[in-house]
């Protein structure tokens, strides 16, 4: 049983004149499966369709029993055909029943069949159907009938996603029709509510034509849309200098995918099979995001993006269709959407039109999410499925502060979703008001408000919010935007940009923390089984120290004249700290004997963020200016919990007298030697935590710029003495948590938590 070599492409035009006749889809899918077990010279050829719930159905079938269709049903990972739906991956086999993941189903009559090959219906990377054809025979099928195969599945899904086949476009679980309400849940990035209409980050390109008429003419279409889309990507890479070296760098990327090989051989062997030009483009592309979709590999999953991106533009090239909007020529109330995106992509939009953003695969570690939340823009990430039921132009809801969205929804919640956005604007205008006043309790004591930082964007919400300073600036942005490690020229001017933009107001730059899951793209890194407790931060900067000798090179030349202050992460032992003190030193004697001039004052701190720290403070804090307390790690750490791990996100809280009684020790020890504590993780951004920090005797804090209004609105309210002799007793209960006895205290006390 072997397909000739022109059976494709008779199938194609076949398939063709099959959706050209006036039948119901039923019918048609039954011609189809005949034709294909024709051209295969298969005894069996079946369909199956992903319903809602993620089950398959049996849809229709030539040389199964009859009686099978619409009944035989299996779950994704359920036998054979579930198996290929959860890996989007075709299996050939010689006898399929001898493979662990045979299922027999008694209706369908199929253990008379022994050699089978089956294959994914793909659309936009995403399952929505599997392809099957069997055998008596035990034999392994072909390349040649595998590329076939996948050819008529390929085509398949265009013929569904079109509408061809009605019925079972309005069935499958993508819901290809685009047109009904949806209520999607994620993560929530970034805090704001959005009401408006979708621009898809990278918009759909609509394929008419799928199958070839001549060959050689759609080799030689394909040849020239991938020059011209190389030259398209060099001019945007060599001309990227005024548009700002991040960009220029993200733009490198792009260059390497479209010179590459093996992407461009496929392409030109997918339209040997008999699609056209544009077809072999979604047809390669679709097959490559399912792949990458499913690897365990993050810095895989994040380069799907730039595919997606070259995909895009060879389409447009090739059908002459342009998008729908430019990014610095945005409608009102656009919410982009897309799969993923770097952030430079986003500092593109215009974002005075921009009002949220939605994301198919980022979380809150993302560099977007980062970004998004710096901008002040509601954003939500692990949108499962968001893309398919979007187009430019839906109406949408985003909120952001619980992570939902509702795709064109009803008159009813777009009317209570206005109320709440006019209410969080009437909110926001009172925080602005508070932005010159300073942050002080009702018994006097000043809070020093900083906001967390990694980005010149960052800059204008420390004017903008009123805070103090940036608490915690996080250096390792640059670099993971970056294609190569920036050179010290480009880290000097990215500094002084930082420390100009503040205008004299505290900048504390905390070293690279890379490691874990800050994965740069050009530094190669050990595989670890547990990398938030790995070789990472100040390990991997001991380890290598050039790398922490040229940022602190280029971090004292940036604040020649300046006072500058330089913090080290995930210090565990004091010798880690006094190894990178020594650093400095050495750095500053080389810069010294060259003649440069020094900063005019230089402090030195550590993040307190590793618990073993904690009981060797009395040996660290003679040795530095100041410490922070990175309260994400450190609660992590405390409670061995990942906190990337969402079956433990919320197990345990952070006002859990545990994380409290650690938190007061600390800013006891720093009264004692007289060192300057900071706390700079998440929990300085939440008002009720914000509320027990400062009870504990904290008088600094950092957080995201969104941030400030609320805490400060807390901070006016609030009396710190009284505070801590409600909390001081609750320190030695076994409560699992504080919360609810604390939230009932700023009640009583009249301390506003908004």
């Known amino acids: 049983m072997v397909a000739s070599a022109l059976g494709p492409r008779v199938l194609l035009r076949r398939l063709r004149e099959v959706m050209a006749e006036p039948e119901t889809a039923q019918k048609r899918l039954d011609k189809i499966v005949v034709l294909i077990a024709a051209n295969m010279v298969a005894e069996v050829c079946s369909i199956y369709v992903m319903r809602p719930g993620q089950v398959l159905e049996l849809y229709s079938t030539e040389g199964l029993k009859r009686e099978a269709v619409h009944l035989s049903k299996l779950k994704v990972g359920e036998g054979l055909v579930g198996t290929i739906a959860a890996e989007a991956q075709l299996l050939n086999l010689a006898d399929a029943q001898t493979h662990p993941a045979f299922k027999y189903l008694p209706e369908t009559g199929e253990e008379a069949y022994h050699s089978f090959l089956g294959v994914p219906i793909l659309r936009n990377g995403i399952v929505i159907g599997v392809l099957v054809v069997q055998n008596r025979t035990r034999r392994h099928y072909s390349d040649e009938e595998e590329e076939a195969l996948q050819t008529t599945a390929m085509v398949l899904a265009e013929i569904i996603a079109s509408g061809g086949l009605t019925d079972v476009a309005r069935d499958v679980a993508a819901d290809i029709a685009h047109v009904r309400s949806h209520h999607v ?119 799907m993006h730039d595919l997606d991106d ?66 002040g823009i509601p954003a939500m990430g692990q949108s499962e499925g968001i893309i398919d039921v979007v187009d430019t132009g839906t109406p949408l809801i985003l909120d952001g502060t619980v992570g939902e969205v509702y795709v064109r929804p009803s008159p009813e919640i777009e009317r209570a979703y206005a109320d709440k956005a006019r209410f969080n604007a009437r909110r926001q205008a009172q925080f602005a008001a508070l932005r010159d006043t300073p942050s002080i309790t009702k018994d006097g004591v000043k809070i020093d408000l900083g906001i967390n930082a990694g980005l010149l964007v960052d800059l204008p919400h420390l004017r903008d919010s009123g805070a103090d300073g940036i608490g915690l600036f996080r250096t390792e942005l640059q670099f993971m935007m970056a294609q190569h490690f920036p050179r010290l020229d480009a880290q000097v001017r990215h500094y002084r940009g930082i420390l100009a933009a503040a205008n004299e107001r505290p900048v504390t730059f905390r070293t690279l923390d890379i490691g874990a899951d800050k994965l740069l793209p050009y530094l190669r890194q050990i595989k670890e089984d547990n990398p938030a407790m790995g070789w990472r931060a100040i390990r991997m900067a001991l380890d290598r120290p050039a790398l922490l000798r040229l940022q602190l090179r280029a971090l004292l030349k940036a604040g020649a004249g300046q006072k500058l202050r330089i913090m080290f992460p995930m210090i565990a032992e004091v010798h880690e700290f006094l190894a990178a003190k020594a650093m400095v030193e050495e750095e500053k004697h080389h810069l010294k004997v060259r003649g440069h001039k020094l900063p005019s004052e230089i402090e030195l701190g550590a993040m307190v963020e590793v618990p073993a720290l904690v009981w060797q403070l009395d040996q ?25 791990n969402p079956r433990l996100a919320h197990r345990y809280d952070p006002l859990s007298p545990a994380v409290l009684k650690t938190i007061r020790m600390i800013v006891l020890a720093g009264e004692k030697h007289g060192v300057h504590v900071n706390l700079c993780g998440e929990m300085a951004g939440r008002p009720i935590e914000a509320m027990a920090l400062i009870g504990l005797g904290l008088t600094s804090i950092s957080m995201a710029p969104a941030a400030i209004g609320p805490v400060k609105t807390m901070i006016l309210s609030a009396n710190r003495a009284d505070l801590w002799g409600f909390m001081e ?26």
Do not use: C
């Open 185 to 303: 849940k994620g993560e929530a990035l970034a805090d704001g509510i959005a009401l408006g209409h979708v621009v898809l980050h990278e918009p759909r390109v609509v394929v008419e034509n799928l199958i070839a008429e001549n060959i050689p003419k759609e080799k030689l279409r394909l040849d020239g849309a991938i020059e011209q889309l190389r030259a398209h990507v060099d001019e945007l890479v060599d001309g990227s200098d005024t548009r700002g070296g991040e960009y220029s760098e993200v733009l490198e990327t792009f260059r390497m995918f479209a010179h590459d090989r093996g992407w461009v051989n496929r392409l030109r062997e997918t339209v040997e099979t008999g699609l056209t030009a544009e077809a072999a483009v979604e047809r390669v592309q679709s097959d490559n995001r399912a792949r990458m979709m499913r690897t365990p590999d993050p810095y895989l999953r994040e380069r």
């Open 310 to 375: 070259l995909a895009n533009r060879l389409l447009r090239i090739l059908t002459g269709q342009i998008a729908t909007a430019s990014r610095g020529d945005l409608p009102q109330n656009a919410i982009v959407v897309a799969r993923n995106m770097g952030p430079a992509e986003l500092l593109d939009y215009d974002r005075t039109k921009l009002r949220g953003v939605i994301l198919e695969e980022g979380g809150s570690t993302s560099h977007v999410a980062i970004v998004a939340k710096a901008l």
């Open 729 to 754: 007793p609750l320190l030695a209960k076994p409560d699992h948590s504080l919360r609810d006895v604390l939230s009932h205290y700023a009640k009583s006390a009249g301390i506003r938590l908004i």
């Open 620 to 644: 660290l804090l003679p040795e530095l200016d100041f410490i922070s307390i990175g309260s994400n790690d450190l609660v992590q750490f405390l409670y061995a919990s990942d906190r990337g």
